[in-house]
Structure formats: structure tokens, C-alpha cells
């Protein structure tokens, strides 16, 4: 259950792709990864993109583009092309590709050019590499983690695959407690949030500008991505996207004990 608590994916597609993932649901974590992998993987970037696509998981030429343009195989050793979550080290994964794409696609409005956003729980640095290429050269992505493994993690994996993305300061990488945000270069235009909240933290909506967009996982045993919009006025509203199953939001400590 701990393999699977962990994997960060979108219950709807479990549901609606494979009902034999359920049948093993909570006892086989590698059954239930070799079935995801079997739906949209191939073998190489562009075909995992494009399967995808295929499946109805985005639709924006946008998105294709910035996921293209970011090789998973960079920043993860094996069967990088699977739609799956992957194992990265000092208790965290890399999301599964589909969700991801359900993350770029959520927010691309407010990935335009020269848009500045915030990766809470960047983990790989993948999708932090993915939302740079969105915003272009006049934006900027701030990824933080609290694991200064995996911040250094994720500038590795950066440097191999898109150097000019750190040499330009388009992605900047920092260490800190994500509940709290980064107030140092707020406010964003959007927020993800790669780990499961127990509830909202304030401090990214008050980070948030008007208009603006947080797509965060929410809850402890059920978990929602929820889309937190807020309006030119200020006004904040709420909705709940699709079930999933993400690595917690918590303690540095707690994740490194794998409590
Ligand atoms: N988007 C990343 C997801 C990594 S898994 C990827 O696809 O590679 C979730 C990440 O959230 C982990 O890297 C974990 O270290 C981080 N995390 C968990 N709690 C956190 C917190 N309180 N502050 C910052 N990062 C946190």
C-alpha cells in the first residue's frame, strides 16, 4: 500500500481504463503499474506524448510542445516512457506522465508567456522543466522542495537536459517547506502542487495574484486535485477535478522516516 499511497495518479483513469487495477487495488503495486504502463507508454518521449494526446488526456498544441520538449528520460533511470510514477528517492516519485499533462493542461491559461509560476514539491524537476517551457524565455518557474537531495536532484537533471533553462534563471530551485510557498518571488500566476495538502494552506492562495490559479492534491485517504481560482476582484473559488492517490505535503522528517 505504501508503493501505491505514493505513486501520484489520477484515479479516473484507473477506473475508467482498467478495471483489473482495481481488482488488485492495495495488494499488488507492480500489477497496478504494469497495467498503467500498458495504456499510453511507448518508446521514446515524443510517442509517450503523443499516446497521450490520443487518449484525450490534453488537447493543447501548447502542451504537447513543452512536454516534448522535456525528455522524461532525463530525470528518471527506468522505463522513463511509462505511464506510470516512478520511484525517485528519499520518498518521492516522479507524477505519472498523464498527470502531468492533466496539470499543464489545467493551468495553461495562466502559463503565457512571461507568466511567472510556483512548483510546490518539484521532486524530478520535470514538470518544473515542462512549465518553463510554457511561460518561455520572458517567464520564470520557481521549484522548491524541502529535501535538499532532491533540490539538488532536480538541478541535476535540469543541467542534462535543458541547461540554458538554470543558466538563464528561467527555473531557479530552492529549499523550503512548501506549505509556506516561496513569498520571496510571489505573486504567481499559478501554483502547482505536486503533494497532497491536508487542507488548503493560505499562504499559497495569499501568494496567488489576481487573476490566478492553484491546481493542488487535497485530503489524507481521499484525495482531490482541486482547481483554486481567484478572480480579478480577489474573490476565491474552489473545485474538485478528479480523485487521485499523491505523496503527502508533509515534514521532511516524516517523509524521510516513511511515515
Ligand atoms: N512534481 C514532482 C513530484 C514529486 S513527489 C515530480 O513529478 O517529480 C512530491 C514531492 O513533494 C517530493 O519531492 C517531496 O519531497 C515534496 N514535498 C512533500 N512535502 C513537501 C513540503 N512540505 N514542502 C516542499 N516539498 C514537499
Request: hydrophobic letters at 35%.
Amino acid at each position: 500500500m505504501r508503493l501505491l499511497a505514493g505513486s501520484n495518479v489520477s484515479l479516473e483513469l484507473i477506473k475508467h481504463f482498467s478495471f483489473s487495477i482495481i481488482d488488485n487495488f492495495g495488494t499488488n503495486a507492480r500489477t497496478y503499474s504494469s497495467r498503467m504502463a500498458w495504456f499510453c507508454s511507448a518508446n521514446s518521449n515524443s510517442g509517450l506524448v503523443s499516446n497521450l494526446k490520443r487518449a484525450g488526456i490534453f488537447q493543447s498544441e501548447r502542451v504537447e510542445q513543452a512536454m516534448k520538449s522535456v525528455d522524461r528520460g532525463k530525470y528518471v533511470k527506468y522505463d522513463p516512457y511509462r505511464d506510470s510514477p516512478q520511484q525517485i528517492g528519499y520518498g518521492a516519485t516522479i507524477s505519472a506522465p498523464h498527470m502531468h499533462a492533466h496539470a499543464l493542461e489545467n493551468l495553461s491559461p495562466f502559463l503565457r508567456p512571461g507568466m511567472k509560476v510556483l512548483d510546490v514539491g518539484c521532486g524530478s524537476g520535470y514538470l518544473t522543466a515542462c512549465l518553463a517551457e510554457m511561460v518561455g524565455p520572458e517567464g520564470k518557474v520557481i521549484g522548491l522542495d524541502h529535501i535538499p537531495q532532491l533540490v539538488n536532484l532536480a538541478k541535476d537533471n535540469v543541467m542534462n537536459d535543458r541547461p540554458e533553462l538554470l543558466e538563464s534563471q528561467r527555473v531557479v530551485f530552492v529549499l523550503g517547506d512548501g506549505r509556506k510557498g516561496y513569498p520571496e518571488e510571489a505573486p504567481y500566476d499559478c501554483i502547482h502542487v505536486g503533494a497532497a495538502a491536508e487542507k488548503l494552506p493560505q499562504d499559497l492562495v495569499d501568494q496567488l495574484k489576481s487573476p490566478g490559479r492553484i491546481f493542488i492534491p487535497v485530503g489524507n485517504h481521499n484525495q482531490y486535485i482541486y482547481q483554486i481560482d481567484k478572480d480579478s476582484d480577489g474573490n476565491v473559488t474552489k473545485k474538485s477535478l478528479m480523485g487521485v492517490m499523491y505523496v503527502p505535503l508533509t515534514d521532511a522528517q516524516k517523509q524521510l522516516r516513511g511515515d
